[in-house]
């Protein structure tokens, strides 16, 4: 088998950034990129601001940070807002298109408010998914599969957040919903409500709970598809060919008893919220002594085997790496096979690879559109380096293009 597994073609034209603009943007207090429609580097010493650029983009495109604890964080020190502009080219629009965050300081100053514009017209986060897409692939993804379940969960959510407006709004009200019914709880474990009070939030958490755990099973089983292939071309030689499984682990328990059916047939979103009604009953009495939520999609995980074996158990480092690499390619291929072909934000992770495997993954993102990748060792980018890719360096905090 040749190493280069071909990406999904997608189903739109495809999309690049061709201009990044900051204004007060964490370390920058201006600051403009204009990447290449293919590969682009961003090669500076770690603490320059780096991966601020990445996260600006990631943030204007999902409308979610990976890094800030709260949006305020995006602000430069001392600044009343952050502004990012991304200009694009292709994608939905023949003739391009403009995205645009504002996001304000805290506390907020007169006049300022968060604000995302579509070429100017002012839209949800879930909504410019349909224009732009971006697949951001950090060094910390490398323990994706032994560290917390939350992180699998994240992974999960940003395919589903992307490919589908509705459980984009799906994801954001069950968070809605847990923080209100994890207070119900709370006040009930201290006699200060009724037990009762429950009855609407549990209603709440069973629909969304369907929902949201049909969407995920969606896509996991569209994961599927593509893992074995595309394990194969980053894997070495002597790894290739194994059988690499990707299960969702649901905290139903017996309330769905028709789980061993999932892998034939996708249960609808009905069932799975009757399931959601039972397991919310049997634990409710539980759940009051604890005061939270104990039932729900945001106590799932996700779990990949490897000949039958736990990956995080039993899989080398090099083996849990190749699996990781296959699952974010395939991110990559699934969110471009129905939208337009996202970028690809890869964060200083070829430092974490070894050449076989940097090679590798150089070549099999090169086909999948536009690349921006950012390095403290260019050394580390000898693929990337013979394709002749675009490099730009920080200098005393701005950006100049080699060449």
Sequence with gaps: MALRAEPIRAGRATMGVT????????????????????????????????????????VAVTGRSHRATVESDLVRHGAGFARVRLELSGGTAAGGASV????????????????????????????????????LFRPEEMLLLVGSPSERRRFLDAIVSQRDRRAARDLAELARVLTQRNALLRAVRAEEAPIASLAFWDEQLALLGGRVTRARLDVLAELRERIGPLHDAVADPGERGASVTLVYLDNLKEAWPDRDRAAVALPAADELSVAYRRRIAEVRDKEA??????????????????????????????????IILALKLAETDLLGADGPRPVVLLDDVFSELDPTRADRLSELV?????????????????????RGAAVWRIVDGSLERDG
Excluded: C, M
């Design 19 to 58: 201009r990044l603009g900051l204004e007060n943007f964490r370390s920058y207090a201006a600051a403009e990129l204009r990447p290449d429609p293919g590969l682009t580097v961003v090669a500076a010493p770690n603490g320059t601001g780096k991966t601020n650029l990445l996260e600006a983009i990631h």
């Design 100 to 135: 645009e965050l504002v996001v304000p300081a805290s506390p907020p100053p007169d006049g300022i408010r968060k604000r995302l514009t579509l070429n100017g017209v002012p839209r949800r986060a879930a909504t410019v998914s349909e224009t732009a897409r971006a697949v």
């Design 289 to 322: 002594w604890n005061g939270t939520s104990l039932v729900g999609p945001q106590r799932d995980d996700l779990r990949a085997e490897l000949g039958g074996r736990d990956v995080a158990a039993h899989a080398s480092r090099g083996q849990q790496r190749t």
């Design 366 to 386: 090169a086909g999948r559109g536009q690349v921006i990748v950012t390095t403290a060792d260019p050394g580390t980018l000898r693929a990337a380096r013979d």
